[in-house]
């Protein structure tokens, strides 16, 4: 079974999780050149002019807010986690928040000229609805942008081994949607998005403080010491060689029609 303290697990309710270690890692990979390439990839998607307005849904700690806002007139953070949110207003008090569930959205149609979401269907149990609710609250024309794993991509870097391999299904089967970065599209498509466009960016870590920040490698390596004696042996060689790992993030966007 998924280990239910694990990462993931914890994003599903950041407000019962402890949310310093979530914060680091969401400003980990905020840092990381990747994740850069990756936001700045999908920041330009938006096509964001002066005068318009957009949202961030699942918009976390508002970074990317605060980076739309220098492109249009308004941007607006929402998130489920009251204590994201807090510390969202904290880290950019002049932008605007709110506590929103990404299912019903507290936003009246066509409210918005762009809608986004980042690496958050991934954790929700309804991704289809938040994606239809996103549509909604966009104008027609508007841009709706979804950026996620695809978790089928992941691996662990070095020599692959069947204990390599059981690290690797372990994690992945921690996420509620581990497929969600090759679904989008018809996600976004049953939303009534049309003309979408699909970009891939490899997210990789390097060393194992960042590596095992994001991927939690030694925890689930040594969840498998039972199946797998030479676990700890592993983890040493792991940690004193490559150590590294990645996954493919999808950014996938279209007008809503």
Request: a negative charge; proline letters at 7%; glycine letters at 10%.
């Amino acid at each position: 079974m998924p280990n239910p303290e694990s990462l993931p697990a914890a994003f599903r309710d950041v407000d019962a999780a402890a949310p310093d270690h979530i914060v680091r890692c969401l400003d980990t990979l905020q840092a990381m050149p990747a994740g850069r390439a990756y936001k700045a990839l999908a920041l330009d998607a938006l096509g964001l002019t002066p005068g318009m307005a957009a949202l961030d849904v699942a918009c976390g700690l508002g970074d990317d807010v605060a980076r739309m806002a220098e492109r249009c007139g308004r941007a607006v953070g929402a998130d489920a986690s009251r204590t994201l949110i807090d510390r969202a207003r904290v880290r950019h008090p002049n932008h605007e928040f709110v506590v929103a569930d990404g299912t019903a959205l507290p936003f009246p149609d066509a409210s918005f000229d762009a809608v986004r979401i980042d690496r958050s269907l991934q954790h929700i149990a309804d991704p289809g609805r938040v994606v239809r609710e996103m549509a909604r609250v966009a104008r027609p024309g508007g841009v709706v942008l979804c950026a996620e794993p695809d978790w089928g991509t992941y691996l662990v870097g070095g020599p692959h081994s069947d204990l390599t391999g059981r690290v690797e299904h372990d994690w992945i089967r921690t996420f509620r949607n581990p497929w969600i970065g090759r679904e989008l599209s018809s996600l976004l498509a049953a939303a009534g998005v049309i003309d979408r466009r699909a970009e891939g960016v490899w997210l990789p870590t390097r060393g194992f403080a960042e590596t095992d920040l994001l991927f939690e490698v030694e925890a689930t390596a040594r969840r498998l010491v039972g199946h797998f004696p030479d676990a700890p042996a592993w983890l040493d060689a792991y940690r004193a060689g490559e150590a590294t790992a990645g996954v493919l993030i999808l950014v996938v966007w279209g007008r809503k029609g």
